[in-house]
């Protein structure tokens, strides 16, 4: 369990899984940039941040490699080269947030949803109410 994205002084984050994974594997000491942050217990399905790099990198084999090195709950789907002026947090244009509801209980959504085990639940005023 990750206390959230943002590294913190007693907990583990996201974000030092990430630069620890990749400070070993270039071989220098990188510090990440998030286009955001997450709360403990929040799951971001798409999530981009940027690294300053010394030497110049294969994007795919860096990917394959970080994937090979990361634990199983986190997944690296791209790596692309940007501008050196380029910023994960202050370039980003759009950002959206989904929260799920599962009516009944699904023992693979429970980390991911909120589940109601109530047959009193009201979709039209919980979209009403939104």
Do not use: M, R, S
């Given at each position: 369990m990750y206390h959230g994205w943002q590294i913190q002084p007693n907990a583990k984050s996201v974000q030092?899984?990430?630069e620890n994974a990749l400070s070993l594997l270039l071989g220098e000491k990188i510090a990440v940039i998030g286009c955001g942050r997450t709360d403990a217990g929040v799951h971001a399905s798409q999530f981009f941040l940027h690294f300053e790099v010394s030497e110049t990198i294969d994007e795919i084999k860096l990917q394959f490699k970080l994937n090979a090195f990361l634990?199983?709950?986190?997944?690296?789907?791209?790596?692309?080269?940007?501008?050196n002026?380029?910023?994960a947090r202050f370039d980003a244009v759009y950002r959206s947030y989904e929260y799920r509801i599962s009516l009944g209980k699904?023992?693979?959504?429970?980390?991911t949803t909120l589940q109601v085990k109530s047959k009193s639940f009201d979709r039209e005023k919980m979209n009403k109410a939104a």
């Open positions: 030092e899984v990430l634990p199983n709950d986190i997944a690296i789907h791209q790596i692309f080269i940007v501008d002026d380029a910023h699904n023992p693979f959504l429970v980390d």
